[in-house]
């Protein structure tokens, strides 16, 4: 039965499209990060309000040396830039400077069920291998559902592996509403058909965790490298081939035109050619597909103080909305005393 909610809750606007969405500085991005997640935050970028963080709270779990991890942090911010994320349209912005988040992240803790954070995969295949798990990789869905309701996020782009994360959000959402009124908004992920699990060297996912990543700034020399030695099966040359599911075309089709993609396809249903010949190709095709990401970086790299601006004004930004909502949240559950709104 709903429960009638105990104080009033400040109206709201009526949601627009909110885009959020973030990425850990845990090393250089992948072609996973890339077309599971970069390349939509690029697309929406125009779509709507777009708000979109470094996760360097998250990073936490993993990187435990500070200089790496203020490195990381810089890398990532100029490669998405360079990537075409614009700051004058998105929002850039690290997570720990918007301390409203690890505050929102408490009061979502006190509805969160054990049982719920026991079911996420990361917290999960950790247990299950044996490895020590803390309690940051533990709660870590919830701080990662902080970050999306800060921003009273409508659309998540991610990849399909933060589909469940996104779930708990929306669970933690709802519960809280439930109790205490309409505080938050529900955020739903979205996901790009091709690019939602983009196989890594060895046809699993591609995760820095299965060491079978490519990146997208790799020395081109050393990606040559990495990519002529992608697995492939031992089928003989002449025989025909399926090009569905087959990795290496799977990672092909996303960086090559529609013609030479069909025209791959061919060569593989008619057989005789070699693994070789569509691991050229797709050297080639990564290099084109990069370059200008590729020039735009060195431009930014030489443009010292460019990054760190982009991120303080993205801070400003960001650190007024999570703000606001967070605000909203106090109120409701009775942390902000005589009507006297949320913080301070
Ligand atoms: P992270 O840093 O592991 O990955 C960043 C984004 O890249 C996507 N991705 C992939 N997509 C397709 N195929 C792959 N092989 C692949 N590998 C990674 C991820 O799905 C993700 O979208 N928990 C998040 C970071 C985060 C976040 C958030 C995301 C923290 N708070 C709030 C959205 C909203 C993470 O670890 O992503």
Not at 71 to 97: C, E
Not at 153 to 163: I, K, L, N, R, S
Request: charge should be negative; glycine fraction near 10%; include cysteine.
């Amino acid at each position: 039965m709903p429960s009638e909610p105990t104080t009033e809750t400040p109206p709201r606007s009526p949601a627009a499209t909110r885009v959020l969405s973030g990425i850990q500085p845990t090393g250089r991005f992948h072609w996973g990060n890339y077309f599971g997640a970069i390349r939509q935050y690029i697309e929406l970028q125009s779509a709507g309000d777009a708000y979109y963080f470094i996760a360097d709270l998250h990073a936490l779990t993993t990187v435990r040396d500070p200089a790496r991890l203020r490195g990381l942090v810089h890398d990532a911010a100029v490669d998405l830039v360079a990537l075409g994320l614009d700051p004058s349209r998105a929002t850039l912005f690290v997570q720990s400077d918007v301390p409203e988040v690890t505050e929102l992240t408490w009061l979502l803790m006190t509805v969160c069920p054990m049982g719920l954070l026991e079911r996420c995969h990361a917290y999960k295949d950790k247990k299950s291998r044996g490895l020590p798990a803390d309690a940051g990789l533990f709660t870590y869905p919830v701080l990662m559902s902080a970050d999306i309701l800060a921003y009273d996020a409508t659309v998540v782009p991610v990849g399909e592996d933060q589909v469940q994360h996104i779930e708990v959000c929306r669970d933690l959402a709802g519960t809280f509403n439930h109790l205490y009124g309409e505080v938050f908004t529900l955020p739903k992920p979205r996901l790009v058909e091709g690019g939602a699990r983009v196989p890594g060297t060895d046809g699993q996912k591609m995760s820095k965790s299965y060491e079978n990543t490519i990146e997208v700034f790799e020395d081109l020399a050393a990606q040559k490298k990495k990519i002529m030695r992608i697995t492939t099966d031992s089928r003989p040359m002449e025989q025909p081939k399926d090009p569905e599911g087959d990795h290496l075309f799977d990672l092909f089709s996303l960086m090559a035109a529609e013609a030479d993609r069909l025209k791959m396809a061919e060569l593989y249903r008619r057989g005789g050619f070699g693994y070789g010949e569509i691991k050229k190709a797709l050297v080639e095709a990564a290099a084109d597909f990069f370059a200008d990401a590729r020039r735009r970086r060195d431009e930014i790299v030489a443009d010292a103080g460019r990054i760190e601006a982009i991120l303080a004004d993205g801070a400003t930004r960001a650190r007024r909305q999570a703000g606001d909502v967070l605000d909203r949240a106090r109120v409701a559950c009775g942390l902000a005393r005589g009507g006297q709104g949320g913080r301070g």
